[in-house]
């Protein structure tokens, strides 16, 4: 039988795979690859998380399957983060709940409210679960173009007014995974009205919450009371404790919502290991020096790769927030598109990056470089690449590279 299943066939071919299967070939032919494509923080877990882990992992009780919400322990330190982080109380019972990382809570999500054939509202560029969560789930999406000078409120308004059925529900994302664009409350304030006149729901994104650089420190949705009716965010540890490979995040908010998601993890998942949710507890609940130590470093990083691509002449922006620099292709390449520059980047200057096509149509004039190597490897990064950037391409360079 060579059918192919139906919802294999909404899904394109994953940009990524064709850059790492490069990657791949060219460190097996021994060549040192500066991987800045893949958001994977590169520090170990602070040491109080991994010692409160391994205590709990002794207990045998702890072996056991877990709960599928999340432990009591771990969902009230969500909900006291949240009050001393963003002053909303939440209850741990009906508006928190513990997801294997905002990845699956959101594809998830998708699953328990989506019927096939609804409309979703999501901005382009994104990260891919936010298109793709729904498109699995057998949901049309609707790409809100999230360019520089144009409002979402305005795009928000001309999608609903354009949609038929109307809109089920709106993704959100700031700091943003690929753009790095920030938001302050007041951004929120129309949309949660508009959302709610309109009865679509909405789906905050809040995993870079803890990263940022200046002193504008970003906002939860679920600041706005209003919001408590339509919103529910998602959140994580991978980013804010450098636990990526933990696998834990939670959703929070709406508590209609949150029984939706409550409901299709029962029948999915156990939940976490419990040792692992209690050592996410302890990372709530214990010192957060490490965060702030987290945010530093990647405050220098950022220095480092800006002001060093800035001399090589390639002008990229200052992120104000997030692990990201959205770049755009430099003039003279611009013409081939993000997945062909990528390419030749990985090619001649064996510096790995993420093509921006992978998030979306309208992210191919720009490539996104991860902030996960030490200064001293981004520094040899940029060096490789002012070098490639110093010698005139082919004037046929966007024909020869495919």
């Known amino acids: 039988m060579d059918q192919e299943f139906h919802r294999i066939k909404r899904l394109p071919p994953y940009v990524f795979a064709e850059v790492n299967a490069m990657k791949a070939a060219a460190r097996s032919a021994g060549r040192d690859i500066i991987d800045l494509g893949m958001g994977n923080p590169d520090q170990p877990t602070p040491t109080h998380i991994v010692d409160k ?48 990382g905002s990845k699956e809570g959101l594809a998830n999500l998708a699953q328990a409210i989506t019927t096939p054939g609804d409309i979703v509202l999501a901005p382009n560029p994104s990260y891919p679960i936010h298109m793709f969560g729904f498109i699995i789930a057998g949901a049309a999406i609707r790409s809100l173009v999230m360019a520089p000078g144009q409002p979402l409120l305005d795009s928000l308004e001309r999608a609903v007014r354009h949609s038929v059925p109307k809109p089920t529900a709106l993704v959100l994302n700031y700091p943003s ?40 420190v970003p906002p939860s949705i679920l600041q706005i009371p209003e919001a408590r009716d339509i919103a529910v965010e998602f959140t994580s540890m991978s980013k804010t404790y450098s636990m990526p490979g933990w696998r834990i995040g939670f959703a929070a908010g709406n508590p209609r919502l949150i029984a939706a998601l409550a409901r299709v993890k029962s029948y999915l998942d156990y939940g976490a290991f419990t040792p692992i949710q209690v050592a996410a507890a302890a990372a709530l609940n214990g010192p957060q020096d490490c965060v702030e130590a987290a945010r530093n470093l990647y405050r220098e990083r ?12 390639w002008a990229v922006p200052r992120p104000e927030a997030s692990m990201f620099v959205w770049a755009p292709i430099p003039e003279p390449y611009a013409a081939m598109g993000s ?28 490539v996104r470089i991860a902030l996960v190597e ?29």
């Open 53 to 100: 882990l391994a205590e709990a992992v002794r207990d045998g009780k702890a072996h056991r399957y877990s709960n599928s919400r999340g432990i009591p322990g771990l969902r009230r330190a969500q909900a006291a983060y949240y009050q001393r982080r963003f002053g909303v109380s939440l209850d741990p019972e009906s508006e928190i709940i513990v997801t294997l």
């Open 177 to 216: 995974n690929p753009t790095a664009e920030t938001v302050d409350l007041d951004f929120y304030r129309p949309l949660v009205s508009f959302c709610r006149e309109n009865g679509i729901y909405i789906l905050s994104d809040l995993a870079y919450a803890e990263i940022y650089f200046g002193d504008s």
């Open 302 to 313: 950022r220095d480092v790769l800006v002001e060093g691509l800035h001399g090589a002449g």
């Open 339 to 366: 997945l062909a520059f990528s390419k030749l980047l990985l090619e001649n200057a064996d510096v790995a990056v993420a093509p921006g096509v992978g998030f979306g149509e309208y992210g191919d004039g720009h």
């Open 374 to 402: 030490n200064k001293n490897r981004i520094r040899q990064a940029v060096r490789s690449i002012k070098k490639f950037l110093s010698v005139p391409p082919h004037p046929f360079v966007a024909q020869d590279v495919k």
